[in-house]
């Protein structure tokens, strides 16, 4: 067992965590063992303390992720008709079935509701053969989500037929006790096909972006009541996350993808600590986005996704 990581190969009956464990075996043995392989050289190598090293990987001010980089991602699809329809946001795939993404996601203006996930994809470019399109079965939102508020943004999305794991697709697991460092979340990845900076076209590449997370009383301050968050910035159920002197944030069509850092037991998972919600313009150093803290939402989570 890894210093100052008790329990965590182990099962508690807590369920998100517990299917965490599930997905980190069945990607297999290999993958996990060289992660914790170099975990403790790392550790042992200076035999003061635990220097270990995330791996960074630089949505406005961010990069073209690789294929298969970030296995859960979903983009949804709004429309009539699956071959013609507008893709305008994005998710995580947490289960066979679910889909985790934003409350203000279940719906666009003027498409309608959300009607399908496409998953196993890099590019929206990418050919058709490469998307793994599946329809949306169950929509559930969060019961205290009421827009335009942006408290409670979060909601579920169930396929209409079981997603198929396989090299292109892969579930991502949810931020879950116990924490295995107070400092894991210091700065986390966004991922997105939103747009690539204020007033640009949308992404063909989904992006990523490492970003700082601001401190609460950073939060407040950018975030002020308003019409949209009539009580301010809540802590206790958002997160904030951008860059203080560099371009680097989410942007409009980013809404519902995944605040993520790779999981501190296996490189190949990423666990999801938030979801893209809303913010300011984008593409401006010193802004910061809001997303909704998952950890809050766990047992609501966890009552649709692997009920008793």
Same mark, same amino acid.
């Given at each position: 067992?890894?210093?100052?990581?008790?329990?965590?190969?182990?099962?508690?009956?807590?369920?998100?965590?517990?299917?965490?464990?599930? !997905?980190?075996?069945?990607?297999?043995?290999?993958?996990?063992?060289?992660?914790?392989?170099?975990?403790?050289?790392?550790?042992?190598?200076?035999?003061?303390?635990? /220097?270990? %090293?995330?791996?960074? *990987?630089?949505?406005?001010?961010?990069?073209?992720?690789? =294929?298969?980089?970030?296995?859960?991602?979903?983009?949804?699809?709004?429309?009539?008709?699956? /071959?013609?329809?507008?893709?305008?946001?994005?998710?995580?795939?947490?289960?066979?079935?679910?889909?985790?993404?934003?409350?203000?996601?279940?719906?666009?203006?003027?498409?309608?509701?959300?009607?399908?996930?496409?998953?196993?994809?890099?590019? =929206?470019?990418?050919?058709? @053969?490469?998307?793994?399109? !599946?329809?949306?079965?169950?929509?559930?939102?969060?019961? %205290?989500?009421?827009?335009?508020?942006?408290?409670?943004?979060?909601?579920?999305? %169930? +396929? &209409?037929? @079981?997603?198929?794991?396989?090299?292109?697709?892969?579930? &991502?697991?949810?931020?879950?006790?116990?924490?295995?460092?107070?400092?894991?979340?210091?700065?986390? %990845?966004?991922?997105?096909?939103?747009?690539?900076?204020?007033?640009? @076209?949308?992404?063909?590449?989904?992006?990523? *972006?490492?970003?700082?997370?601001?401190?609460?009383?950073?939060?407040?301050?950018?975030?002020?009541?308003? =019409?949209?968050?009539?009580?301010? !910035?809540?802590?206790? +159920?958002?997160?904030?996350?951008?860059? =203080? @002197?560099?371009?680097?944030?989410?942007?409009?069509?980013?809404?519902?993808?995944?605040?993520?850092?790779?999981?501190?037991?296996?490189?190949? *998972?990423? +666990?999801?600590?938030?979801?893209?919600?809303?913010?300011?313009?984008?593409?401006?150093?010193?802004?910061?986005?809001?997303?909704?803290?998952?950890?809050?939402?766990?047992?609501?989570?966890?009552?649709? *996704?692997?009920?008793?």
């Amino acid at each position: 067992m890894l210093p100052g990581t008790p329990g965590w190969f182990y099962k508690t009956g807590q369920k998100a965590r517990d299917a965490c464990l599930d !997905y980190l075996d069945l990607i297999g043995n290999k993958c996990v063992l060289h992660v914790l392989y170099e975990y403790i050289k790392a550790f042992n190598s200076d035999g003061n303390c635990l /220097d270990v %090293e995330l791996r960074y *990987v630089a949505a406005a001010g961010g990069e073209d992720a690789e =294929r298969d980089q970030y296995k859960h991602m979903a983009m949804l699809g709004f429309g009539k008709d699956i /071959d013609s329809a507008q893709w305008l946001c994005g998710g995580s795939l947490i289960s066979n079935r679910f889909i985790l993404t934003a409350g203000h996601c279940i719906a666009a203006p003027q498409s309608g509701p959300v009607r399908y996930a496409a998953l196993g994809i890099l590019k =929206r470019s990418d050919p058709l @053969e490469l998307w793994q399109r !599946y329809f949306i079965k169950r929509v559930v939102q969060h019961p %205290e989500y009421k827009p335009p508020s942006k408290y409670h943004d979060i909601a579920l999305l %169930e +396929t &209409a037929t @079981e997603v198929s794991f396989n090299v292109h697709v892969f579930p &991502a697991c949810l931020h879950s006790p116990p924490n295995l460092d107070r400092q894991w979340d210091i700065s986390a %990845e966004a991922t997105g096909w939103g747009a690539l900076g204020h007033n640009r @076209e949308l992404a063909d590449t989904l992006q990523t *972006v490492r970003l700082e997370r601001f401190e609460p009383h950073e939060c407040r301050q950018l975030y002020r009541p308003h =019409r949209h968050l009539l009580h301010g !910035y809540n802590h206790s +159920t958002q997160m904030c996350y951008g860059h =203080r @002197e560099k371009i680097r944030d989410t942007c409009k069509g980013d809404s519902g993808g995944p605040l993520l850092n790779t999981n501190p037991i296996s490189e190949c *998972v990423y +666990t999801i600590i938030g979801v893209t919600s809303s913010g300011k313009s984008c593409g401006f150093a010193g802004n910061s986005g809001v997303y909704t803290r998952v950890l809050h939402y766990l047992p609501w989570i966890e009552s649709i *996704v692997w009920p008793d």
